[in-house]
Each structure stands twice: as C-alpha cells, then as structure tokens.
Nanobody
Framework: VQLQASGGGLVQAGGSLRLSCAASGRTFSSYVMAWFRQAPGKEREFVAA????????YYADSVKGRFTISRDNAKNAVYLQMNSLKPADTAVYYCAASPRLSVGTLEYEYWGQGTLVTVSS
C-alpha cells in the first residue's frame, strides 16, 4: 500500500481544514487507517483511526469532538476533517495503514509522506 497525504496549509485558530490520504493497492479496504501528527521537537502522536468498514472510529482526547476521520473504500481514500483548530494542532500530519488497530506507531506498516498544518493564533 502506498499512501499520499494532502490538504495541509495555513489556517487561523478556529478555522477548518480537510486532509486527504490517497492509497494505492487493492487491499486498502482491509487495513485500519489512521492519522498521526508530529509537532516540531515532539514525538509522533496518534490522532485518529478508523476500522476497515468505517463503522468504528477512535480519537485522541486532544481532538475528540473537533476532528472526524472517515474513509471511502471505493476511492481508496481516508479523510480527516479538522474543525475548531488550535495553534497546538500545528504539526505535520501523516496517514498510516495497519492490519490491526493501534495507537502506537510501530503497528503501522505503511506511511504517507506527511502534510503540514499550521494554525496561527
């Protein structure tokens, strides 16, 4: 599976962005898909994940209620709708694929290249 993240940019606090992750490979629908982020000088951290069918979603406490993860298996894509953005959300955002659900980076076999989100105050 190859992943390509896009949609990052500069937004003011309180604004919204929608990230997209395009996947190649016929087995996309069998993977758990997730978004992680890494701020300058910090560890990469879990943001959200979605199971293969889209019926179950999981969020870090820091984004719960503001971010929504979704997927479209027909388009081999996963999305992250980010609302009420805060300066603390500034980071490079990565999409990732894993055969099983995890909030840890080690379980994820495939990674996109990352897209930068900058939230100004």
């Amino acid at each position: 599976v190859q992943l390509q993240a896009s949609g990052g940019g500069l937004v003011q606090a309180g604004g919204s962005l929608r990230l997209s992750c395009a996947a190649s490979g016929r087995t996309f629908s069998s993977y758990v898909m997730a978004w992680f982020r890494q701020a300058p000088g910090k560890e990469r951290e879990f943001v959200a994940a979605i199971n293969w069918s889209g019926s179950n979603t999981y969020y870090a406490d820091s984004v719960k209620g503001r971010f929504t993860i979704s997927r479209d298996n027909a388009k081999n894509a996963v999305y992250l709708q980010m609302n009420s953005l805060k300066p603390a959300d500034t980071a490079v955002y990565y999409c990732a694929a894993s055969p099983r659900l995890s909030v840890g980076t080690l379980e994820y076999e495939y990674w996109g290249q990352g897209t930068l989100v900058t939230v100004s105050s």
